[in-house]
Each structure stands twice: as C-alpha cells, then as structure tokens.
C-alpha cells in the first residue's frame, strides 16, 4: 500500500487547521478538506474521496471525533488521531491506532501519515 494522498483534517482550531494544510501542502498531500465539527466531517467521510484523516480527538463543545472514526473505520479509511492529552484521552477501541502529539511538527505529521501507508 501506498502512502495516503487525500486527506481529512478535522481540527476545531482555524489556526491549527491551517497549519496542517500547509503542512500537507509541503508533504505533497491534497486536502480532501476540513471540518471543525463531528456533523461536517460525517458529511465529508460519506462523500468519500478520502485516503486518510487526522482526527482532533476533542472538538468544542466537548464532542469527541469517535463518531468520525467509527465512520473511517466502517469505509477502511486509515486515519491519525491527535492530542494534547495523554494516552487516556483516546477512546479505548482506538488505543492502538496512531497519535499525533500535539504541539505538531511537520516531521510528525509525515511520519503519522507514513506509517498509515
């Protein structure tokens, strides 16, 4: 398998948002675009186009991005889970997948992305 191309952003910071897009621009990556809430990223996973995602594990208002993943999983998309909290913030059937630590850096982001591929 390839490395993804098409990727999800689901991010409740623009700030943060942005700063994975021009990441992803760097990486060669195409935006398969981008949502800061669980109803907008279930809308994008649904009409597909998308090879793998990073998943803000909380969003405002306090949603968690478990529904997004269990959608991703459900289409056999591949998909990074990020966080500023400790390994207990990740949902238990998602513990195994792969973390982006938050504060990001572009190496991290590549080889999250990488080790999807």
């Known amino acids: 398998m390839t490395a993804p191309t098409n990727i999800l952003i689901v991010e409740d910071?623009?700030?943060?948002?942005?700063?994975?897009?021009?990441?992803?621009?760097?990486?060669?990556k195409t935006m398969a675009?981008?949502?800061?809430?669980?109803?907008?990223a279930l809308k994008l996973v649904e009409a597909?186009?998308?090879?793998?995602?990073?998943?803000?594990?909380?969003?405002r208002g306090g949603e968690k991005s478990w529904p997004i993943a269990d959608a991703l999983a459900a289409k056999g998309v591949l998909f990074v889970l990020a966080t500023g909290g400790s390994a207990e913030s990740v949902a238990e059937a998602y513990?195994?997948?792969?973390?982006?630590?938050k504060p990001f850096t572009m190496d991290a982001v590549s080889r999250a992305l990488d080790s999807l591929g």
């Open 33 to 40: 675009g981008t949502a800061d809430n669980v109803a907008d």
């Open 95 to 101: 513990r195994g997948r792969p973390t982006l630590s």
């Open 48 to 59: 597909g186009g998308i090879d793998a995602a990073i998943l803000d594990v909380n969003l």
């Open 13 to 28: 910071e623009p700030l943060i948002a942005m700063m994975l897009e021009d990441f992803l621009d760097v990486l060669g």
